[in-house]
């Protein structure tokens, strides 16, 4: 899996208070950090500042953001399309009533590859932080 690819996943399913996904500076890697309960291996000892200095969080998606972005996506729909999507949107529990809707009109390969989309632009331009990294998966 190339690097933004798992940029992409980090940020997308990375909401977890139990663990967070980090980027190593200097390698590129993409590291899982959880506690030993979960992954069976150690975590990240964020003490030692030889191993912690190459490491920097990925950020991750936030409800509010993902609520715009629903949004966003609603508002680029057909009319019948886009007031079915903006009522689940004001409606409690946005998200799963959205996730029904696009089920039930047959756009979810849509919404996914729009979700997608905005999920490759975020983390392009959060690499832009560390440009020999970007630089590296062109």
Sequence with gaps: MKLLD?????????NDNDM??????????????????????PGIDWDDEEVAADLVMIPNVTSSEMYDVMGSFAKKQ???????LINVLNRNKPFRFFKEMINELG????????????AMCRM???????????????
């Design 124 to 138: 392009t331009e959060w690499l832009e932080e560390f440009p020999k990294l970007k630089t590296a998966i062109k």
């Design 107 to 118: 756009i979810e390969n849509h919404w996914y590859q729009y979700e997608q989309d905005y």
């Design 20 to 41: 967070s996904y980090v980027l190593n500076r200097r390698t590129g890697e993409v590291l899982l950090d959880a506690p030993e309960f979960i992954t069976g291996e």
């Design 6 to 14: 798992e940029l992409v996943d980090a940020f997308l399913n990375g």
């Design 78 to 84: 057909s009319d019948p399309i886009k007031l079915h």
